[in-house]
């Protein structure tokens, strides 16, 4: 299990990177934490002629405020730099909650944000985070940059929207509206393993208690992070009871794309949608209440 | 060849590396520190952790060059000049932490930074800290006992 | 007099150097001028072999050698059955054995091809890639009703079918005990497959020293003996020209025992090459090529009388060898003895049939089919017990063989091809102890407030034996040295079962030393000629004997000199701290190394009758096996809507004899039933229909970590085993046996649905899902 041989090339700055990408055209690849590049190299899966390393690249670390005020996470922020920092704490606490998912300290120690959403990994966790949480990313290659809702960014299973040198330089995470409440759960066989599903859930409500806006996101329903509209619409205008949080979940479960694989049935990840939706939609409904 | 240089347990090493060579690879045939154990090389099995500027790192996701300049701490560095076992490594035997010891490097070195944010961590914090390293022997029992007999010994030793 | 060491808590004396990342594993070694492997495996499960390509190969820049089929000459022929099967009257056994790389047919995924000999890992791999495999795929045999039916592909073409192996033993009169129950209840069991999963993978590194004529191997094997064996007649050389190391292993756990095609083409291709080879297997091919656990199918059925007494039990399996069956029919027979349990069974009848299949090939890892028996019994013991209304502890008390019964003989052949006799055993106190430290009797009480509370836990409690300490024997060599070091020599490999602590405990009491002042050498040949090596729980037990009896006789040396010294009776010889007195007399001591000098002497004669030096050789044999046994009970919730099972609380109570370290058999425990719960709920070898592994990577079987496995609580009982003179049984394979038959028993007890039941292992939550779903859409009629 050894890497096969490639051209290795460290970028200073993110125009360095872009025209080394530009250069290489699909023969090369990002080399961000390496968290899952590095095993598909060892396994052979994957043999780029080239990694262009972008740990040198100052730019590309950090997060601050966002001029509308949301936070911008720069893309090789390392996992575990998101899951610490106090601003993501007080903008973005779903993320918080989600981190501890996300394999273990040794690999978020390297992982970067960017590097999970570009690799849109289906049982990955982030994907559907930033999708909840309405995302922005930015886009760049040598001649163009664009910013993309996660919505649009993500395309499938380990597809994104990334067209041929470019590279995901910042995510814009917006600025939570009030009364607003958040949940993430997951059913992994181990901790720290990626979801057999997971669901990113956030209720927005007035101060009547009645829900205004619902976002949930699956993570691993089989096609790679999937939005239940129809089940998140269900909730507006009501407040989220028992009952109204068991019929999203029924929705869910009949609406999502639901595959097998050696550890999961569909019929168990309906299920598993169903009872996950449930429970996140209760939490983040009384989130949303308690707050503000 | 890309030349590197790094700093391993305080020591300066300088070499010559291909790119594709594994950083668990460099350590244990390029610098003899064999130590740091190889159990999957997929990043699941914890064995190869090392210490990347203090923090915990699986040392087959990461490639020999990308440490050039940089600063790591292996098994080998824990114990004094002298033999003298580190008071984590003094827990692990005290408590049989370990049978086979081969996944024992990794636990340690997962432990160092754990305990250094911990310092008195309970059961339930160990046992999180430690499930990203795999042990077929021990059934973790020992193993979470030894940390929690560390962490007390690290604790005393320093207010002592 | 020093304190006895047998028995105390002893720390190890061989972790300070695997804590400071100083001993010595396989893959640790380098020579320089060393070539590295690389070997190319089948992709196929089944297939016509047309033509291996490696034309392109030789010419790859770093490449030294390439092999195949065609290249091995001599060498190409099928490997040794390293089990013969027992004498069972009326049995069947068709030996197919692996030739060293494959030739005409492809058998399984994994099967060696090629092999790449190049100046590193990585360039062997890139090389690896450029061999072309011209391979015919045939349907494979993957399912085991499906491998018997007449029209089945055939894994070896020249048998009628796909038959491994037919074995029956019978005591009894089943059929007339059925006509006098008052139930029978029978099911089908399945329990798939599972991986040792060590985290070292294997390795071998050869030497040929052209010089000296001298081949030395270094291998991570549970048997290094054998292996030097097998090497020594494969390449017609004498046992003493060929030394086997088995150096630090990282976890062993069965198939290390294996003597495999890697063992005897690297020492070959050093020997060709007259350089250094070494091949590290990695996790892809351990997966693949490192052999697995056991599938079985077990239709089963017992017969009880009203109280829930036993009057027999009924039993046909399959049993899954995969490709090929050179183990023997050590797992099965494993299966069919173990399943009788501690209970009396008047009337039994057990067959089974082995079966070749397109898979990675089947040889004992912990457990080695005991685990499987133990299932089909207990869980036919708990659908018993609830059919007559009797709790799961309650049945087991009343079917337990009472301690004035031994030894008892169950008059059918075990393994190790002795009658399955138990030398001792009492069986009720671990019963007790286990479930006072459960706390069953609160548990059952708090049960329904729980329930009413939406907290679904339920408790499972099962007992097991196990057979240990088989034959043939083993050997020691324990010699004081001049600078009073003792040295202890045993032909077992250890890998991590703490062999280098207890070992020097038994000889630090003959001879009046701390178990750090001995130093124990296991698994070099060239220290220990005779021996067999580690599995079957039989270390401790049986190279521990051999130790004790070399120690003992070492000691009667020590007194015989030291009383001649002192002009003393030899019992008024005191040994303790490594000085040997008169009693009342510590200040005028001789120290051993004096002692060892003086049996030495470089002028005089050495007495005819007496040896030179203070140094003993001892070998033991057992009769036959000792039997451990133990009760284990956990508390687990479950979660009904998403099926996830936590384990709240786990306990062993267990008896394997007199203890030489509670620490070491705690740690042993806890282990096996790590691995027992990662079998029960985590670990799933699956094989999709063409015969490839689709969980071949620790992203997909699932070894449980420490989140996954509770606290472990334990509690000792010591009968000791009249087979040996220290009175030990063996425990490194207890811990994993009886795991998946509690857990199955407290996953249905906290769920408790009408038609829900448990019949196979691995589960996992997915398939619980499904389960319960079957069983509430169609609540089986009973």
Known sequence: MKPPPFEYHVADSVDQALSLLADYGDEAKPLAGGQSLIPLLNFRLARPAALIDLNHIDALQGITRAPDGGIRVAAMTRQRALERNALVRQFAPLVVETMPHVAHPQIRNRGTVGGSLAHAEPAAELPAVMITLGARLHLRSKRTERWLTADEFFTGLFATALQTGELLTTVEIPAVPERTGYAFEEVARRHGDFALLGVAASVTVDETGVCRDARITLVNPGAGAERMQRAASSLVGRPIDDAAARAAGEIAAADLTATGDVHASPAYRRQLARVLTRRTLLRAYDRGRASR | ?160 | MSTRQFGQRVLRTEDPRLLRGEALFIDDLSFPDMLHVAIVRSMHAHARLLRVDVAGVRAHPGVTAVYTADDLGALMKPGPVLVPPPPIPGSTFNARTQTPLAKGKLRFVGEPIAVIVASSRYVAEDAAELVVVDADPIDAVVDLDAALAPNAPLVHDDLPSNMAAHVAQRRGDYAKARESAARVIQRRFRYDRGAAAAIENRGVIANWDARTSELTVWDTTQAPIPVRNALASSFSLSESQVRVIAPYIGGGFGPKIMFYPEELLIPWIAMQLGRPIKWIEDRSENFVGTTQEREQIHDAEIAVDKDGRILGIRDSFLHDTGAYDPYGLTVPINAQCTLLGPYEVPAYESEFTVVFTNKTIVTPVRGAGRQHGVFVMERLLDFAAKELGLTAVEIRRRNYIPPNAFPYNYEILYQDMAPLTYDSGNYQPALEQAIKLVEYDRFVEEQPKLRAEGRHLGIGVVSYVEGTGIGPYEGARVRVDPNGSVTLATGVGTQGQGHFTSFAQIVADQLGLAPTDVRVVTGDTREMHWGTGTFASRGAVVAGSATHAAAMRVREKVVRLASELFEAAPDDIVLDGGRAYVRGSPSRAISLGELAQKANPLRGAVRPGTEPGLEATSYFGPERGSTANGVHAMVVEVDPETANVRILRYVVAHDCGNVINPLIVEGQIHGGVALGIGNAFYEKLSYDGNGQLTSASFMDYLLPTALEVPPIETVHIETPSPLNPLGMKGVGEAGAIPVAAAFAQAVENALARPGFEILEIPLSPSRLYELLEAARQEPRAR
């Open chain 2, 1 to 160: 060849m890309p030349n590197i240089k790094v700093q391993v347990n305080s020591k300066e090493y300088t070499r010559e590396v291909e790119p594709r060579l594994l950083l668990s690879d460099f350590l244990r045939h390029e610098l003899g520190l064999t130590g740091t154990h190889v159990g999957c090389e997929h990043g699941v099995c914890g064995a190869c952790t090392v210490l990347l500027g203090g923090e915990a790192v699986r040392s087959c996701l990461m490639l020999a060059v990308q440490v050039d300049g940089q600063e790591l701490t292996t098994v080998e560095g824990l114990a004094g000049a002298d033999g003298t076992l580190h008071p984590i490594q003094a827990a692990f035997r005290e408590a049989h932490g370990l049978q086979c010891g081969f996944c024992t490097p990794g636990i340690l070195m997962t432990l160092v930074p754990f305990l250094r944010e911990h310092p008195s961590p309970n059961e339930d914090d160990i046992r999180h800290a430690l499930s990203g390293n795999l042990c077929r022997c021990t059934g973790y029992h020992n193993i979470v006992a030894a940390a929690r007999l560390a962490a007390e010994k690290m604790t005393s030793s320093k207010s002592a």
